[in-house]
């Protein structure tokens, strides 16, 4: 029925809502200094904005055209609320675990109190907070069983964090050295075909 499409419909919004007021609240509690508007990363980018907007655009557009029977697919829909929700999970994991060593912005100065975490989550992943952002970036659409979104959201989303990852691992390989080599050569990423920053790259410009 309509009333069921409505209610994933709302699900989504529920979760998208829930991702972004956490990520402000944990801003609050480990880094209450750099609190602002935007620890809600709302204003992430105008890419991000045009992303939610296009997403919910396939939504209704499929509905109001093809109907619920196409819009609901349960096996789809399950699979992509769980994934949003471990994929928020994990993310909010990695926050927790890294306190004030966290931050929304890659640092290229290393603060004096910062240190490399490499226990809890960040035995599994030196980028937990980014697989989960991944997944659930990807996890939203399945949700809305938007097809042409989900392989758009996949596509930009790996882009942007096989970037970021890159420029980030640049940053922690100045500042933690041997200490970061060690954990980057023990410890994967966990976004498929991203390896970061390449560390023959680094020892030519460290040497």
Request: proline letters at 2%.
């Amino acid at each position: 029925s309509s009333g069921i499409n409505a209610e994933y419909g709302g699900v989504y919004l529920v979760g998208l809502s829930f991702f972004h007021i956490s990520e402000y609240l944990l801003t609050a509690l480990y880094k209450e200094d750099k609190l602002s508007f935007d620890s809600f990363l709302l204003n992430h980018s105008t890419a991000y904005h045009l992303a939610l907007l296009f997403g919910l655009f396939e939504y209704l557009v499929t509905f109001v055209n093809l109907g619920v029977e196409y819009k609901f697919y349960a096996p789809i829909y399950v699979t992509g609320g769980v994934l949003m929700v471990a994929g928020d999970a994990l993310r909010k994991m990695a926050m927790v675990t890294a306190a004030e060593n966290f931050d929304h912005i890659v640092q290229d100065t290393k603060a004096d109190n910062h240190k490399l975490v490499t226990h809890g989550v960040y035995s599994l992943s030196r980028h937990p907070s980014y697989v989960g952002w991944f997944y659930w970036s990807i996890a939203t659409q399945l949700l809305l069983c938007n097809p042409v979104s989900t392989c758009a959201y996949a596509y930009a989303s790996w882009w942007f964090f096989s970037e970021r990852i890159e420029e980030e691992e640049y940053f922690l390989l100045q500042f933690f050295r041997e200490e970061y080599v060690q954990y980057k050569r023990n410890v994967g990423v966990g976004i498929p075909f991203i390896e970061g920053y390449k560390l023959d790259d680094d020892s030519k410009k460290t040497n």
